[in-house]
């Protein structure tokens, strides 16, 4: 099984501003993606970012990027211009033949 | 409509009544998953199916029982429901034949156990 650590429960932002989550994991795969998950209020799970592990090239969104380090297991989101729509639970999920969700960082933006 | 959709959305019961959480896709995939929400806790895998014939348990699986009715149906039930099985179901299905291999998930179901 896959473990995946997000070590920050909570975080805030002042709009406009940039965040940066961060994701660790552990993984015996070799070939896997990973996601980011966004989970408004509404408790929608939505898709915000996807970055496949052969790519050495950061994945980029629109305001999302990614920071993905594969030799340490790290993936962090970074979020510029940050938005209040932005305000959510976000998860980190590494996924190979299954997939493995983080404990979620709930992010909260200040006007 | 949605692609993949969950009944009900919202139900509350008590200790010891069995209870179904259902989910249809129209999505064509024939991987399909169960995931717990808890606060602090993230979503964990229940149990999840690659076609009808394969089933398998996830990390938390205890208490849970599935079927597969057909490709686009994957049901989770709760034999005998305790308070401590309250929470924020989800089911999701994938495509891996697809490049971008991401789970796609429904509006989840709130079961509330007291």
């Known amino acids: 099984a896959q473990t995946v650590t997000q070590s920050q429960p909570e975080m805030s932002v002042q709009e406009a501003e940039t965040v940066t989550l961060s994701c660790t994991y552990d993984?015996?795969?070799?070939?896997?993606?990973l996601f980011w998950y966004k989970q408004p209020p509404s408790r929608q799970m939505i898709l915000v970012i996807r970055q496949e592990a052969y790519k050495q090239q950061n994945a980029t969104e629109n305001r999302f990027s990614v920071n993905f380090q594969k030799a340490a297991k790290s993936f962090s989101l970074k979020i510029s211009d940050s938005q209040l729509g932005d305000a959510a639970m976000y998860f980190c999920a590494p996924t190979g033949n299954q997939f493995y969700f983080g404990t979620g960082t709930s992010l909260t933006v200040i006007p | 409509d949605a692609d993949v959709t969950q009944t009900p959305r919202n139900r509350i019961t008590k200790t010891g009544k069995r209870i179904m959480l259902e989910c249809s896709q129209t999505?064509?995939?024939?991987?399909m998953y169960w995931y717990r929400q808890d606060p602090g806790l993230g979503l964990r895998l229940i149990y999840y199916s690659f076609d009808v014939k394969d089933i398998n348990k996830g990390e938390i699986s205890d208490g849970y029982s599935v079927s597969r009715q057909a490709q686009a149906k994957f049901s989770l039930s709760l034999e005998s429901a305790i308070p401590n099985q309250t929470a924020l179901y989800f089911c999701a299905t994938s495509d891996p034949s697809r490049f971008t291999g991401e789970l796609f998930f429904g509006e989840g179901s709130r079961l509330t156990v007291l």
């Open positions: 993984t015996s795969e070799s070939d896997y993606y």
């Open positions: 999505k064509g995939h024939d991987r």
